[in-house]
């Protein structure tokens, strides 16, 4: 029979940007070959073998993966526990830098225009 069917992730995060290049692999413990694998992302079959390369990620990509291993001459069937991968897009730390850098010199220049006028006015 077939048995602990794992997904490993390269690179090894499950949060990735947008533009990485990401490959599941997929494996069994106990079986015997021939073994198939075919890969479910959400519930769909989306390939087959014991290789997922996504090549390079976009947020399309997110969500859960499985794979499910076959031995082809008894027909056991081993499936992996769901992989959740979350794709974030690479400008959000990005634009929230800028968010934050816009609203401090939004803050500064107040007191720049008055620390101005207080010195022109005691020359």
Do not use: K
């Not at 077939?2 to 940007?17: E, G, K, W």
């Not at 992989?83 to 968010?99: F, H």
């Amino acid at each position: 029979p077939m048995a602990n069917a794992t997904i490993t992730l390269s690179p090894l995060s499950y949060q990735v940007r947008a533009g990485d290049p990401v490959t599941l692999r997929c494996s069994v413990q106990v079986g015997s070959a021939p073994v198939t694998f075919t890969w479910l992302h959400n519930g769909q079959e989306v390939a087959q073998g014991p290789l997922l390369d996504l090549g390079a990620v976009n947020v399309g990509h997110s969500g859960t993966y499985q794979c499910m291993a076959t031995n082809q001459l008894d027909r056991h069937q081993a499936l992996s526990p769901e992989l959740a991968l979350e794709v974030t897009t690479q400008y959000q730390g990005t634009a929230v830098a800028a968010g934050v850098c816009g609203s401090l010199l939004f803050l500064l220049l107040p007191l720049a225009v008055i620390g101005g006028w207080h010195w022109w006015h005691h020359l």
